[in-house]
């Protein structure tokens, strides 16, 4: 079981940036894959990115590519999104979810999800 909960959404303007941390609960969160999710009210719950149980591999949309990047620190049970030059098209709630497969960009083949953050760009 592992238990997810994200923090450091908020509102920033267009141009700007924020870090986003997913805190893991559970002994085991170093054999899972990671990734984050956003939804904007009305669309599905789209991939944002993803990185390996070892954090050797990752992988990103081609929307957030060269943008965001995600890391992780299993000393600590946390997994991270860094969002530079943010856009006013990548508001939305940003969620983190763990896999204890591979690395997948399909929300359906996530095991555990956390309650979401709100992030909002302003133009």
């Known amino acids: 079981q592992v238990q997810l909960v994200e923090s450091g959404g908020g509102l920033v303007q267009a141009g700007g940036s924020l870090r986003l941390s997913c805190a893991a609960s559970?002994?085991?969160?170093?054999?899972?894959?990671m990734g984050w999710f956003r939804q904007a009210p009305g669309n599905e719950r789209d991939f944002v990115a993803g990185?390996?149980?070892?954090?050797?591999?990752?992988y990103y949309a081609d929307s957030v590519k060269g943008r965001f990047t995600i890391s992780r620190d299993n000393a600590k049970n946390t997994v991270y999104l860094q969002m530079n030059s943010l856009k006013p098209e990548d508001t939305a709630v940003y969620y983190c979810?763990?896999?204890?497969?591979?690395?997948?960009?399909?929300?359906?083949?996530?095991?555990?999800w956390g309650q979401g953050t709100q992030v909002t760009v302003s133009s």
């Open positions: 979810a763990a896999n204890q497969a591979v690395l997948t960009t399909n929300p359906r083949e996530y095991d555990y």
């Open positions: 559970g002994r085991t969160f170093s054999r899972y894959a």
């Open positions: 990185i390996s149980w070892s954090g050797g591999r990752t």
